[in-house]
């Protein structure tokens, strides 16, 4: 391919481009457009590229890759209303804090305002949704507009990680022609830009975060207090993963504390032999039971990460029996209960482990109720799986169901593989089906607005960065929502398995007080359950995925193998015995009731 003809426009872009690229930003993400031309060229021929014409898909897509990396990826589209369609992916980034650059080509200045096709007011377009907005104004020949480029995109690449992370937008005016021109190579500014492309965009290092020797001080106080303790860990991103663990189970031992640990916290699967055991699963099913309260309600609970997904850790902190809590957020607030006795902000691991350092160094006194403690936990932990087992014999054992899902495909994992996890139900049922165990596991999720728009896209996403095979467990609403991310991941190649549960609806809103009044169950049926009765096949075969329709544990098991050898996505239709929500109430119910007898007789 011949080299690009360096007219201004080109030789702005690709100035821009490199400056990226000398930032560590190092995937790109195109929804074909004609405005966007020069940029487009420019990132093509810099660093790999993925074309999809959905621009909400498009966005998804670079948001999952960035919770494999921990960076941004670039995401470039047409002017009007093509980057509208970014807006779902902004405002999961903001609360989710992943980082997303986002590149919106625009008219030049004389068409707004003046009905011109394709053009709208898309300056600071993500409102307070957005980290930082950038405009990149028309393409400038003097030496300091050509020196702001590469400024500018050092300053929004800084901006998608620091003080917060999330997404970005710079906006890049253009006029025609927008294609590249001939020239003779004896414009004036040509050398500025070879040197600017030659020096680089300049380094803007963050300050590195460490804890406040306060915030060390007053949680080391606060446990000495209370020796009867929990951490209880909501969602994490997987980049925290190891030293997270790591730092996790220094500070339970140093501490003698027990972790309430929800799957997506990176904590439940791969603790140290020392910490395994301190590692409590079942604890939504627990806390179900008031007795179980009373006897497990810690002196202090100190919480990390995002909320929690549990609906009754939420209800007691809500409650006016709430325990007295420490929150440990990371850089974000995160406190939707009120009420917390302080928010230590900072790096969790960090934290940790300095003050699992303070308290080696002076081991607690007074171990005995802590020890106590743990043994309760312990106790009601193994009562609550093993009673979930003896409620699961039924009549039909070969039929699949709902809460058969998450440990198959558990089981099915290669070694390294991770595991993607949709919201509503899927997210629920991973933490009530899978009890915690020693061999890493690294869970993806979308926790921050807590949405099922964009799963298939941004699992796509994740794939295409990472080296291991992955899976994602959504529902059937999820899938339908975002068909078009099946797109996406027809672009990926290696293994890739996605898995569907179909009930025929959005089941999780049985759980709704509607469902239970006989006078009103047609019309919560209708308007919220919403069965839709779509068979998947169509839209594997439409995208060119792998497929398999299994209503059966073997036959999921069989898929699945299947799928983690192909070199495509596949998609596996797991079809469940309906009546999954009232199953799973009484799998919960038979395992607080088991924690709660298994206490009783340690009286």
């Known amino acids: 391919m011949s080299r690009p003809a360096d007219d201004l426009h080109s030789a702005w872009a690709q100035l821009f481009v490199a400056s990226l690229v000398g930032c560590g930003v190092e995937q790109a993400v195109i929804s074909p457009g004609a405005r966007s031309t020069p940029l487009a060229l420019a990132l093509a021929a810099r660093m790999p590229t993925t074309v999809l014409h959905d621009e909400r898909v498009a966005a998804y897509f670079a948001l999952g890759q960035a919770r494999v990396s921990g960076r941004a990826s670039v995401v470039l589209a047409t002017s009007g209303t093509a980057p509208?369609?970014?807006?779902?992916?902004?405002?999961?980034?903001?609360?989710?804090?992943?980082?997303?650059?986002?590149?919106?080509?625009?008219?030049?200045?004389?068409?707004?305002?003046?009905?011109?096709?394709?053009?709208?007011?898309?300056?600071?377009?993500?409102?307070?949704?957005?980290?930082?907005?950038?405009?990149?104004?028309?393409?400038?020949?003097?030496?300091?507009?050509?020196?702001?480029?590469?400024?500018?995109?050092?300053?929004?690449?800084?901006?998608?990680?620091?003080?917060?992370?999330?997404?970005?937008?710079?906006?890049?005016?253009?006029?025609?022609?927008?294609?590249?021109?001939?020239?003779?190579?004896?414009?004036?500014?040509?050398?500025?830009?070879?040197?600017?492309?030659?020096?680089g965009a300049p380094r803007l290092v963050a300050p590195q975060p460490t804890p406040h020797p306060d915030a060390v001080a007053l949680l080391v106080e606060q446990v000495r207090a209370a020796p009867r303790g929990l951490l209880v860990a909501g969602p994490m991103h997987t980049w925290h993963g190891a030293a997270l663990r790591a730092a996790m189970a220094r500070f339970l031992v140093a501490s003698g504390y027990v972790l309430l640990a929800e799957a997506t916290s990176q904590l439940r699967f791969g603790l140290s032999a020392a910490a395994q055991p301190a590692c409590i699963g079942a604890f939504d099913a627990l806390l179900r039971e008031p007795a179980l309260r009373r006897r497990l309600r810690p002196d202090l609970a100190i919480e990390i990460g995002a909320p929690t997904v549990s609906a009754q850790w939420q209800a007691w902190i809500d409650s006016d029996d709430a325990p007295a809590r420490l929150v440990l957020p990371g850089d974000r607030p995160a406190d939707p209960a009120g009420g917390a006795l302080g928010m230590l902000f900072g790096p969790v691991a960090a934290l940790l482990d300095a003050a699992a350092a303070r308290l080696e160094a002076s081991p607690l006194a007074g171990t005995g109720a802590a020890h106590q403690y743990m043994r309760d936990w312990r106790a009601a932990e193994a009562a609550a799986w093993a009673g979930r087992h003896a409620a699961l014999r039924g009549p039909d054992p070969t039929a699949l169901h709902e809460h058969d899902i998450a440990a198959l495909v558990r089981a099915g994992l290669p070694a390294g593989a991770m595991l993607a996890i949709g919201n509503s139900s899927p997210v629920r049922d991973l933490d009530h089906d899978l009890p915690p165990d020693p061999a890493p596991l690294a869970l993806l999720h979308q926790r921050g607005a807590a949405g099922i728009d964009g799963l298939v896209a941004a699992a796509a996403g994740a794939r295409s960065v990472c080296d291991a095979p992955l899976a994602l467990l959504i529902g059937d609403v999820a899938l339908l929502h975002d068909a078009g991310g099946l797109a996406a991941a027809a672009v990926v190649r290696g293994a890739f398995a996605i898995i569907v549960v179909h009930n025929d609806g959005g089941r999780i809103f049985e759980r709704l007080p509607l469902a239970r009044n006989?006078?009103?169950?047609?019309?919560?049926?209708?308007?919220?359950?919403?069965?839709?009765?779509?068979?998947?096949?169509?839209?594997?075969?439409?995208w060119g995925l792998g497929y398999a329709r299994v209503d059966t544990p073997q036959g999921l098991t069989e898929a699945l193998a299947r799928a983690f050898t192909a070199e495509r996505a596949f998609l596996i239709e797991a079809r469940v015995v309906v009546g999954g929500s009232a199953r799973r109430a009484a799998l919960l119910a038979a395992m607080g009731q088991a924690g709660t007898a298994a206490l009783a007789d340690r009286t």
Request: aromatic content about 8%; proline content about 9%; cysteine-free.
């Open 84 to 199: 509208g369609h970014w807006l779902p992916a902004v405002m999961e980034a903001r609360e989710s804090g992943v980082p997303l650059l986002l590149v919106s080509a625009d008219r030049p200045w004389e068409v707004q305002q003046a009905q011109a096709s394709q053009t709208v007011d898309q300056a600071r377009l993500y409102g307070h949704h957005a980290r930082a907005s950038f405009e990149l104004g028309l393409p400038d020949a003097h030496p300091a507009a050509l020196r702001a480029v590469p400024r500018i995109a050092a300053q929004a690449v800084l901006a998608t990680r620091y003080p917060l992370a999330g997404a970005v937008q710079v906006n890049a005016h253009f006029r025609k022609p927008l294609e590249p021109q001939p020239f003779d190579g004896a414009e004036p500014w040509r050398a500025r830009v070879t040197a600017l492309v030659r020096a």
């Open 518 to 542: 006989e006078a009103s169950s047609a019309v919560h049926e209708r308007l919220f359950v919403a069965p839709h009765g779509r068979a998947f096949d169509g839209l594997a075969a439409t």
